[in-house]
Every structure is written in C-alpha cells, then in structure tokens.
C-alpha cells in the first residue's frame, strides 16, 4: 500500500473515496468544504445516520452528488478541544478500515487539520491499520482483498509532512518487523533463523552478534541452555546495538523473550491452544523491532537489545522436573515446571546483559504468565519494577503511545514462596503467579533500574484489537520503546 501528502486538491474531480473529519460539535473546514460540493449530502447523512462525531464513528456516502468520487466517508475525532496526536491516528486508521474492502482503489484522506504533525500522524494511523500476513496464502477471491492501493493524505506543506512523516514511517516499519516474526509459525522460524533475520538489521546501521550454544555454555548460560536442551534447533542469543549516542555514555538496554515455540517441554501443554505458542518470542520481537526503529530515525542513545532465542520441546534429551541448573550469575535453580521457561531464558539473558552493558536502565518484554492474563486482560500489560522513576517514565510512554501499562506490586513477602529445600530458588511458587514469575528475574538484575513487562495478554489476538492493531500480532512494545527513548533517554 502506497502512502503520499499531496496538497489540495479540488474536490470536484477526486475519484474514488474521500474522507473528511468532523467533531461532536461539527464539521471540519475540510468537511465543510465537501459538504458544500455535494449538494449538503454530508450533512443530509449526518442527520439521516445519528452521526454525533464520536471516535470512531463513521458515514459512508455512495456516490455523492456534484463530485465525481464514489464515496466521501465522514469519520468522527471526538471532542475539538482534546486534540491529540492520536486523534489523528485512530481517525485515520478508521477511515482505512472502513473503506478498505470498499471497491475503491484511491483514498484521498483530510485529516482534521493540515499540519505536517496531523499528516503524519495520519499516515501512521493508516499504515499500521493496513498490515496483514499474507505469506502463505496461495490464493485469495478477489473480493477478500482490500481495494484500497493508494493513500493521498492532504497536506497544508507537502515537503513538512514528509519530514514529519520519516520517524513515524520508520516506526511503521518496526512495528511490521515484529508483527511478521510473531506471525511466522515455528516450522519456519527457529532460533536460528530468527537469529538471521536479526542480522539483516545491520544494514540499518546495527551491529548484530549471535552467540550459539558453545558461546553460552563458555558463559555458564545453564539456565537458558536447559530450555533448549530438549529441541533439534539450536538455541541463539543475538546481541544487537545501536551507538548513536555519546562514546561512553551507558546505553538503554532491552531484553526479550524469544521462545520460538513453547509446547511447555516435559510439562507439556494440553493440546487446545498450543498452537498459539508460537508467538512466544514477542518480547524478543519487539526488542529487534523497536532496535530497527532507534537506528532507522538515528535516535541520539546508545541502545542495546539481548534476546534469548530458544526453542522449548520435549524431547529424550529435554530437561526434566527437578532438574537444577546454574545460571551465569552463579545462582542454582530448581526447575520444577519446564513450562516456566521464560524466566529461565531471561535469567541468563538480563544477568549477561547487566555485566556486559552495565546499562543505565533495563527494560525487558516477555510473554511470560497466562496469570497476567486474568488480570489485566488483553489490552493492558503488567509493569513490574524496582524503580519509580523508571516505572513513571513508562507509565507517561503507555499514556503518550496507547500501549497501556499498570504497574504490578513486587511483594517482598511473596518471596519465600520460590524458595527451594535443594538449590538457591525455584522457578514455580504458587500464587499470585505474575507476581512470583517478577520476582523471580529480580534475582538477575543486580541493583540496575530494572523493568519487566508481561505481555503475555497484548501481544497476540483478537480480544485486544484496536483500529490499528489487527486481529493477530499486535507489535506491543516496538512504539513504547521508541517513545521511552525519545522522550527520556535521547539527546
Ligand atoms: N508462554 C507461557 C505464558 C503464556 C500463556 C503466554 C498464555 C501467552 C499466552 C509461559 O511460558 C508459561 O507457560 N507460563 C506458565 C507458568 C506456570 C507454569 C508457572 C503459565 O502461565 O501457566
Ligand atoms: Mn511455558
Ligand atoms: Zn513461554
């Protein structure tokens, strides 16, 4: 799908479908303005439709009168006064929803005003609506494909949107990053291969190294390597780093979760729902999206990003239930369930992290609990922290980008729970089990600012979709990442 700013057209000769905003209290001059072209057949639809201008609201006008486009589709922003740039966003996401399908090949889009901001914010909305997985489809009716191949988003200063519109774009293009490797099912991307396509990043201006398993047992990696042990695929930690900051200034630091398939290992999965295991490496994938975006917009920060790529089967040689293993930090665990996995890969991949990196803060992504799920649902991930600065830094990115967060309690007394009679913790207690499953990787952070977010509800279905977010992978963390890095760590 093609994005462009043009400026403004006349109305009357436009083809294909027209879009224009209006507020609960009105229309905007763009509106107006089509409005008038038509004969009042927006106005006419307005009242005829109990249109009210609420978010998300939209009129669809076939065939309008006094101009030649098919359509001139009215969506609605909300409140005037509350303008923001995601009103621009949703409205624009909307609008493609809407006419996606329609028949019409063109969309010419107003936002609600002209400015570079507007437009580019715009085009984001548009572009991360438009994203679909279609890889492995060999066939598709013609009438189950989106007609929509082209966006004209009209803008006061063409060449001021299209700056505006280079962060955003490269935004977009993370997002898409991480939505495709969490769409991927397992068969087609394994640690290795994961690892591979992390590497195709260098040509942004990254620098990728991939340890393998002889790498990571030279590091005393025994907590992540016990995940592994059980798969035909090799287990992988990619170590990727942008340097856009200071020499020596610490470096921001991300850490994912990349379990390329979770079936649980020895304590194994029921059947029902397995299969959505495969997008259990969304932290990591967020990670690698939100790396491409830093180096894409060349952030001013040194960033580093650490994914822990395994692959958790059940295997003659898998690692069984009270099997103790030792972690690069030297701490002995205790593995009583294999299918608490995640912990045992970030262990390993935050305690490396720290001691390589010494960064000044760590935040890591994983679809860690099915816990996090009963609590928040799939719209809102767990914030788990041991820094309130940090904690109110991502809370302001969650409001500022619409990746929501609420911070989680890391309840000392729930501690013991994960004590074991036999090694230095073990990675099962009982409840509450997000809350157990933090305080169990805070162990191997050492005193850095550290948070962990559990995306185990947001990163995957159709519970928590939003106009621009699909159906499936949703990208969750790629733009609260890259915001957190704007907003506090750059310059
Ligand atoms: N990958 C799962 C968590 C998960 C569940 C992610 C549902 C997405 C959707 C994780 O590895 C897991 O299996 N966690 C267990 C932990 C338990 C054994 C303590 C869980 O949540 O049941
Ligand atoms: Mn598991
Ligand atoms: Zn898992």
């Not at 009215?74 to 493609?96: F, L, N, P, Q, S």
Request: with cysteine; proline share 4%.
């Amino acid at each position: 799908m093609q994005i462009e700013f043009v400026a403004a057209p006349k109305v009357e000769i436009l083809t294909g479908a027209i879009a224009v905003v209006a507020f609960e209290d009105g229309l905007t001059a763009a509106a107006g303005a089509l409005d008038a072209a038509t004969q009042g057949a927006l106005s006419r639809a307005i009242s005829a439709g109990r249109f009210k201008g609420k978010a998300g609201q939209t009129v669809d006008v076939i065939a309008p009168p006094g101009v030649k486009a098919q359509r001139a589709l009215i969506v609605g922003a909300g409140d005037r006064t509350a303008v923001k740039a995601m009103t621009h966003e949703t409205a624009a996401a909307h609008v493609y929803n809407a006419v996606k399908m329609s028949g019409s090949t063109k969309l010419v889009l107003y936002p609600a005003d002209g400015s570079a901001q507007a437009c580019a914010n715009a085009a984001l909305g548009v572009a991360l609506a438009a994203y679909r997985f279609d890889r492995y489809r060999t066939r598709l009716a013609e009438d189950k494909k989106p007609s929509v191949t082209t966006v004209k988003i009209v803008a006061d200063d063409v060449k001021a949107a299209e700056k505006a519109w280079g962060p955003l774009k490269a935004l977009s293009e993370g997002v898409t990053f991480t939505r495709d490797l969490v769409s991927e099912p397992a068969n087609i991307l394994y640690p290795e291969e994961f690892a591979r396509r992390v590497k195709t990043l260098e040509s942004v201006g990254l620098t990728v190294e991939i340890l393998d398993e002889a790498a990571m047992t030279k590091l005393g990696m025994g907590s992540l390597l016990g995940v592994g042990q059980g798969s035909r695929r090799e287990s992988q930690l990619a170590v990727i780093q942008w340097r856009g900051g200071a020499g020596k200034a610490a470096p921001v630091a991300f850490v994912g979760k990349g379990v390329c398939f979770d079936t649980g290992g020895i304590s194994i999965k029921p059947a029902e729902g397995m299969e959505d295991m495969k997008g259990d490496m969304a932290g990591a994938a967020a990670v690698a999206g939100a790396m491409y975006v830093l180096a894409s917009r060349k952030a001013k920060v040194n960033a580093v990003g650490i994914l822990g790529l395994v692959e958790n089967m059940p295997d003659g040689n898998a690692q069984r239930p009270g099997d103790i293993v030792t972690s690069m930090s030297g701490q002995t665990i205790e593995v009583l369930n294999t299918d608490a996995e995640g912990r045992l890969v970030l262990a390993d991949a935050l305690w490396y992290c720290q001691d390589r990196f010494k960064p000044k803060v760590m935040v890591d992504l994983a679809t860690l609990t099915g816990a996090i799920i009963i609590s928040l649902g799939a719209s809102i991930a767990g914030l788990f922290s041991n820094n309130d600065d940090l904690s109110a830094n991502l809370m302001a990115t969650s409001e500022a980008t619409g990746e929501l967060l609420w911070r989680m309690p890391m309840h000392k007394g729930y501690e013991k729970q994960i004590d074991s009679p036999v090694a230095d913790m073990k990675n099962i207690g009982g409840k509450p089990g997000s809350v157990l499953a933090a305080l169990f990787l805070q162990k191997f952070v050492n005193d850095v600012p550290w948070a962990h977010l559990d995306i185990a509800g947001v990163a995957w279905g159709a519970a928590g979709a939003t106009p621009v977010s699909p159906e499936q992978a949703s990208g969750f963390g790629v733009r609260l990442l890259d915001r957190l890095v704007a907003d506090f760590y750059e310059g």
